[in-house]
């Protein structure tokens, strides 16, 4: 784990009529860069300048370069508001690697199924599948279309996806959920990594229950610290309370109690 004063290499805005709006942020980051694993992720002060919000924000790395890690992020409140207006050459205060990242299943094929910004983590995790030539096929379901320049990006680290959209203005219309179930009628998986909202997980664990699929997900919780010191992030498992920041983000779905 290291605290570096990142720089903003690069800031992507990609905002268009009717669609979801995400902002893909590239740090100059080497050390952290070079020790990054799939699934682990970055707290970010935001609020640098007036110390206004305090607490850092957990982001996962959506996907590494030599020096540089990168975060694809959707504004939600005062934190992510402020983080929209940086700006290259704006130096930035980031603490990770954090957390426990994927465990690659050994037998094939893999699927990787995403809700919204939850594309972030399995990004990183397709392009070392990739690399290690895993046969794997990439869900995500959105509410809207993205902007075409964006789903360039994500087609160059992950290849083809298959897209779910709520009102069907990209892909197939319908749930992300509902996609598996067709998909599928093709092929059974071996394994599933999974990141999004907790409906989605908790419909997800339903099924592959069912189906007799091991599945990892990617949890997110609210964390002050990130790094195990203030139980912000708790959650209940079938072996007690875990820490989301040190013993996650990354649980196998089985591990946790769902209904709670
Ligand atoms: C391990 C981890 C990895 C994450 N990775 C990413 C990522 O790659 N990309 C990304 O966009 N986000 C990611 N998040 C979520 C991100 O941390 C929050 O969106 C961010 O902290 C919100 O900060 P804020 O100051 O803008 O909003 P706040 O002011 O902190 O929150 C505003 C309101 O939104 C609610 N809220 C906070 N977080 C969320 C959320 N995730 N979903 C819905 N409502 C929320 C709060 O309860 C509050 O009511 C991750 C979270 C975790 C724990
Ligand atoms: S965020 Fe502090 S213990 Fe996890």
Redesign the pocket.
Known sequence: MFLETAKVVEHCHFIEPGAEIFHLLTLSAPKIASSAKPGQ?VMVR?GAAILD?LLR????I?YQGKDTIS???????????LMTTWEPGDKISVLGPL?KGFKIFSSEPQWLVAGG?GI??LCFLGSRLREKKVSFKTLWGLRYKIAPALMGVIQQKLGDLIIYTENGSLGYQGLVTEGVKRLRQEEKPEGIYACGPLPMLKALFRWTKEEGIAMQVSL????ACGVGACLGCVIETKEGYKK?CRQG?VFNAEEIKWEK
């Open positions: 992720f935001v919000p924000r957990p982001f996962s959506f975060l694809l992020y959707k504004v939600i409140g005062k934190g992510t508001n957390g910004a972030a983590p997110e919780a609210n964390m989301v983000p």
